[in-house]
């Protein structure tokens, strides 16, 4: 039921986002280490994703990635974040500009059970594998962009 309610939640918002056609701000975080790679599910469905979302206004994207990371895994401190690039997303129709932050995956994850009302269902660490077919599209060209030497796109 719970799930249906986010799915729906989820819709909804992006019909606004056609409505509206605001830009958007959001942020990725990429953690990685010996092609072990932290991804999340979200709750209204969907494949394995890089975690991340919004830069609220006045937040830098430092911050909205920092932040991000914490509610959506736990982690509080992963060391340094390193800007890996800006993409645009041309997504629900409207434009939706991603900046990722690369870091490194630490050895071991805090205990997260999401809340309730968490957007996120659930955290995990993946074999880093472009081909894997349970990660998001732009979560396998990350892959194959900055672990497997693939050219770069401009484009999420």
Do not use: Q
């Amino acid at each position: 039921m719970l799930r249906l309610v986010f799915a729906i939640g989820h819709n909804l918002r992006k019909l606004w986002w056609r409505v509206s056609r605001r830009r958007t701000l959001g942020v990725r975080v990429m953690l990685h280490k010996d092609r072990k790679l932290l991804v999340v599910r979200h709750r209204y469905g969907g494949p394995l994703m890089l975690p991340g979302g919004g830069v609220d206004r006045a937040e830098t994207m430092w911050a909205a990635a920092r932040r991000e990371l914490t509610e959506e895994t736990g982690i509080l401190d992963c060391g340094p974040l390193h800007l890996a690039g800006v993409y645009l997303h041309l997504a629900h129709g409207r434009p939706d500009y991603v900046v990722l932050f690369t870091g490194e995956l630490p050895d071991v994850l805090p205990e997260f059970p999401p809340t309730t009302l968490s957007e996120v269902e659930s955290v995990h660490v993946a074999t880093a594998d472009a081909k894997d077919e349970t990660l998001s599209p732009a979560t396998r060209r990350r892959i194959a962009e900055l672990l497997d030497g693939a050219p770069a796109s401009e484009w999420w």
